[in-house]
């Protein structure tokens, strides 16, 4: 069966250098992880948020200079006067680490991660039966471990949930800023821009955020 599970841990990595920080000074998330075809290696994106220049240059050097790090690169950056928020891609190896385990001996369908304070907060997506095995041999690579069972059904997503019409424009209409305060953009100029009419656009989110909202209320 597949089933979602977080994992909270801390083991001796650079994560280890976030404990003195707490998640609104500095954060690391990775999003995406891409073993190559060896096995050998994994290509990551994530993202990293840090509250002034000192800590993001700081974890920066970290992330770069780890002994795991093949590359490392920063693809997009954003600053302004209370933080700085940055693309980051990489080349790793996967030799010893947790990744390695959880790739070559489950079925992972999905796997990310956040880090702060120390402790790595792994989000997986995996054949139950399979990663209940490789357990015992993570735990020994960790100083702290926790595990949370939390869905069987994982994979049912808000995206499944909505009509290609009504995500695509409720992508467009978050990216332009309709929900911000103040808005940045109206439904008029939204309308416009899609070349339907007011009324129209007006029923397709509704629609869209009734159903997100009633996703989210039966989850939670």
Known sequence: MIKSYTIVLSHDDWSRYTERFNEEE?????????????????????????KDKEFYRQIIR?????????????I??????????????????LKGRIAERLL??????????????GMERWNVIADSENFIKIIPEVKELTYEFKIIEESSNPLLSVKEELTPKELSILKLAFDKGYFETPKRIGLEELANELGISKP???????KAIAKLTEKSIKDF
């Open 104 to 117: 070559k001996d489950c079925r992972i369908f999905s796997m990310s991660e956040t880090i702060y304070e």
């Open 76 to 93: 997009d950056e954003y600053k302004n006067k209370s933080n700085i928020r940055a693309i980051y891609a990489s080349i790793e190896s």
């Open 200 to 206: 129209a656009i007006m029923q397709v989110l509704r």
């Open 26 to 50: 500095l954060y690391v998330k990775v999003v995406r992880r891409i073993p190559s075809l060896d096995g050998l290696t994994e290509n990551v994106m994530g993202i990293i948020y840090a």
């Open 62 to 74: 970290m992330l770069s200079r780890n002994e795991t790090t093949i590359d490392f690169r920063i």
